[in-house]
């Protein structure tokens, strides 16, 4: 029997009267049931409604079932697992709602499929973490599984509400008491944990709950996790290792090849990257986040007609989805630029206005739309309001909010003014200061100098701001080696508030903690360097694809404000 079954099982055993009394209640309930079956639907909304559901939505397609997950919150999801005529499965539809945080903690997700293969519903059982049913099920069957989901969620509600008001710290340690003592749900608990941890920045701690985990039930996430917890602890040998394992154990364990791309890209494999994201995007040909990370790195790798071609058919598959990210409208329209589509960038802009539309207060789509605003008055060859938007955006580069995305944009739209002949006599200055500010490592200055590439001036300057925040670094260790760490983190703090790099700012809090006791004032220089940390070197030190996701094989850590906050590392 799969394993979540026994868990369960053992806990309906345990249960008070009153867990199980509001567990059988769902009068106050919704429901979607998603099913190309009319047959099979059918009976499924029959028997939910005979069970006292207070509402029941049906879809027929995914498109329309991923429309209202996306805008409607629901109790209970009942969904195939296969659609007829569908690339996608129901699966596909899952993974893509776990990854871009669309599925809180309360909704109740089980799979209903026909396809009796143990490998198809493990894999339906593990990502969901509620459950599967095996068609044509029976009244009680369905009953059954709806109210273990539902006791498990009250039995874990304390860890959930701790979540919810962002209190990490207590959420983390209820799920480690649940998972030592083998409470009830301990194995869930445990991935919650876990997953806990990762965000607050303790990787050793996860990767340890993941470790024992592994031991007491040899699961796939627990695996994954574990290679999450190494990469994120700086482990990177370690990390592709643990993948290529569970790679090699499951050739179709999606998820694994998203943290593989993960960090083979953060450490500048780009190669190597792009052709596991290729394999990941095959696998789930109806993911929009995996087919936007494809087109994106296709992108930044220098094959814009192969990138306009997955950035353009990402967009026609998720435009109206909360999972598409604005940045692939944003490289389109720097391709079609390039190309003179003049119809194709003029959509670009049609589009961010719909964007804008549905998100008035996202300051990141504001400022996107503005590069292609810039691109589109370059086409119309109206040279000084561009000039004007350009420089206004070169005033922002040392403001917090500048982040790498910002600095890359900015980056391209310099180098296209640089093919038209337009210079501008603060630009080199500017180029510098990005350089200097995210040239924190291989992959973010490759991906810079990937996008400076048709204009070598520009290239050149990214190379070599690189190679000085090298020399910064090498100094600043040759100091603390040599016995004098007060002068290494001197020498940092003052190229840190100089630059904003944040490879200088991590390294002097490195520098601090260890040698602390061998500086005299290393109060007040922590208070220096944690501003800095706070407003410069929070997510400054790792190239990204587009916007913040959920990370591969992680849960949705759903709070209060509706994001989970991660503390710098």
């Given at each position: 029997?799969?394993?979540?079954?026994n868990?369960?099982?053992?806990?309906?055993?345990?249960?008070?009267?009153l867990?199980?009394?509001?567990?059988?209640?769902?009068?106050?309930?919704?429901?979607?049931?998603?099913?190309?079956?009319?047959?099979?639907?059918?009976?499924?909304?029959?028997?939910?409604?005979?069970?006292?559901?207070?509402?029941?939505?049906?879809?027929?397609?995914?498109?329309?079932?991923?429309?209202?997950?996306?805008?409607?919150k629901?109790?209970?999801?009942?969904?195939?697992?296969?659609?007829?005529?569908?690339?996608?499965?129901?699966?596909d539809?899952?993974?893509?709602?776990?990854?871009?945080?669309?599925?809180?903690?309360?909704?109740?997700?089980?799979?209903?499929?026909?396809?009796?293969?143990?490998?198809?519903?493990?894999?339906?059982?593990?990502?969901?973490?509620?459950?599967?049913?095996?068609?044509?099920?029976?009244?009680?069957?369905?009953?059954?599984?709806?109210?273990?989901?539902?006791?498990?969620?009250?039995?874990?509600?304390?860890?959930f509400?701790?979540?919810?008001?962002?209190?990490?710290?207590?959420?983390?340690?209820?799920?480690?008491?649940?998972?030592?003592?083998?409470?009830?749900?301990?194995?869930?608990?445990?991935?919650?944990?876990a997953?806990l941890?990762l965000?607050?920045?303790?990787?050793?701690?996860?990767?340890?709950?993941?470790?024992?985990?592994?031991?007491?039930?040899?699961?796939?996430?627990?695996?994954l996790?574990?290679?999450?917890?190494?990469?994120?602890?700086?482990?990177?040998?370690?990390?592709?290792?643990?993948?290529?394992?569970?790679?090699?154990?499951?050739?179709?364990?999606?998820?694994?090849?998203?943290?593989?791309?993960?960090?083979?890209?953060?450490?500048?494999?780009?190669?190597?990257?792009?052709?596991?994201?290729?394999m990941?995007?095959?696998?789930?040909?109806a993911?929009?986040?995996?087919?936007?990370?494809?087109?994106?790195l296709?992108?930044?790798?220098?094959?814009?007609?192969?990138?306009?071609?997955?950035?353009?058919?990402t967009?026609?598959l998720?435009?109206?989805?909360?999972?598409?990210?604005?940045?692939?409208?944003?490289?389109?329209?720097?391709?079609?630029?390039?190309?003179?589509?003049?119809?194709?960038?003029?959509r670009?802009?049609?589009?961010?206005?719909?964007?804008?539309?549905?998100?008035?207060?996202s300051?990141?789509?504001?400022?996107?739309?503005?590069?292609?605003?810039?691109?589109?008055?370059?086409?119309?060859?109206?040279?000084?309001?561009?000039?004007?938007?350009?420089?206004?955006?070169?005033?922002?580069?040392?403001?917090p909010?500048?982040?790498?995305?910002?600095?890359?944009?900015?980056?391209?739209?310099?180098?296209?003014?640089?093919?038209?002949?337009?210079?501008?006599?603060?630009?080199?200055?500017?180029?510098?200061?990005?350089?200097?500010?995210?040239?924190?490592?291989?992959?973010?200055?490759?991906?810079?100098?990937?996008?400076?590439?048709?204009?070598?001036?520009?290239?050149?300057?990214?190379?070599?701001?690189?190679?000085?925040?090298?020399?910064?670094?090498?100094?600043?260790?040759?100091?603390?080696?040599?016995?004098?760490?007060?002068?290494?983190?001197?020498?940092?703090?003052?190229?840190?508030?100089?630059?904003?790099?944040?490879?200088?700012?991590?390294?002097?809090?490195?520098?601090?903690?260890?040698?602390?006791?061998?500086?005299?004032?290393a109060?007040?220089?922590?208070e220096?360097?944690?501003?800095?940390?706070?407003?410069?070197?929070?997510?400054?030190?790792?190239?990204?694809?587009?916007?913040?996701?959920?990370?591969?094989?992680?849960?949705t850590?759903?709070?209060?404000?509706?994001?989970?906050?991660s503390?710098?590392?």
């Open positions: 029997m799969p394993h979540g079954q868990v369960v099982g053992t806990a309906n055993r345990h249960i008070g009267p867990m199980a009394g509001t567990a059988d209640d769902l009068s106050s309930s919704s429901a979607l049931v998603v099913d190309s079956n009319p047959t099979s639907r059918s009976v499924l909304v029959s028997q939910l409604r005979d069970f006292g559901m207070g509402s029941v939505v049906q879809c027929a397609r995914l498109a329309d079932s991923r429309r209202q997950l996306e805008y409607r629901f109790d209970v999801v009942l969904c195939e697992h296969h659609f007829a005529g569908e690339t996608a499965s129901g699966q539809l899952l993974d893509d709602l776990r990854r871009n945080q669309l599925l809180p903690f309360s909704t109740v997700f089980i799979m209903v499929t026909g396809e009796a293969t143990y490998a198809k519903v493990a894999e339906a059982a593990e990502s969901s973490l509620d459950g599967y049913l095996l068609k044509p099920q029976k009244a009680n069957q369905l009953g059954d599984r709806l109210r273990q989901a539902r006791i498990r969620k009250a039995s874990l509600q304390e860890i509400t701790a979540i919810e008001s962002e209190d990490f710290e207590r959420a983390a340690t209820l799920c480690m008491e649940r998972f030592e003592s083998r409470g009830l749900f301990w194995l869930y608990a445990a991935r919650v944990g997953e941890l965000r607050i920045g303790k990787p050793t701690q996860a990767q340890a709950l993941y470790e024992a985990v592994v031991a007491a039930k040899t699961l796939p996430w627990a695996k996790g574990v290679a999450r917890s190494q990469l994120d602890d700086g482990q990177v040998a370690k990390a592709t290792s643990t993948l290529s394992n569970l790679i090699s154990e499951d050739p179709t364990y999606t998820d694994a090849y998203d943290v593989m791309g993960r960090a083979q890209f953060e450490t500048g494999k780009f190669d190597e990257a792009l052709a596991t994201y290729k990941a995007s095959e696998l789930t040909p993911s929009i986040t995996r087919l936007q990370n494809l087109g994106l296709t992108y930044y790798s220098g094959s814009h007609e192969e990138a306009e071609k997955l950035l353009d058919k967009t026609r998720g435009l109206d989805s909360k999972m598409f990210d604005c940045q692939t409208l944003v490289l389109l329209a720097f391709m079609r630029l390039q190309s003179g589509d003049r119809k194709g960038l003029q670009c802009r049609d589009d961010f206005v719909r964007l804008n539309e549905r998100n008035p207060d300051l990141r789509h504001q400022r996107l739309a503005d590069i292609v605003e810039a691109l589109h008055l370059i086409h119309q060859h109206q040279y000084a309001p561009a000039v004007d938007a350009v420089r206004a955006m070169c005033k922002t580069v040392k403001s909010e500048f982040d790498f995305e910002s600095a890359s944009n900015l980056l391209a739209l310099m180098v296209q003014l640089a093919s038209k002949d337009i210079q501008l006599n603060e630009v080199d200055s500017v180029v510098d200061t990005i350089g200097m500010r995210y040239c924190n490592n291989r992959a973010m200055t490759e991906l810079l100098v990937g996008t400076a590439n048709t204009y070598p001036l520009y290239a050149d300057r990214i190379r070599t701001a690189s190679a000085k925040i090298l020399k910064i670094n090498e100094q600043a260790m040759q100091l603390s080696m040599g016995g004098d760490p007060k002068a290494a983190v001197k020498n940092l703090i003052f190229h840190s508030n100089a630059t904003l790099n944040g490879k200088l700012i991590g390294n002097a809090f490195l520098v601090l903690n260890r040698y602390a006791e061998k500086i005299d004032d109060q007040s220089m922590k220096i360097v944690q501003d800095m940390r706070t407003c410069f070197a929070a997510g400054s030190s790792r190239p990204t694809l587009g916007g913040q996701q959920r990370q591969a094989g992680g849960l850590l759903r709070t209060g404000s509706g994001q989970a906050q503390k710098p590392p």
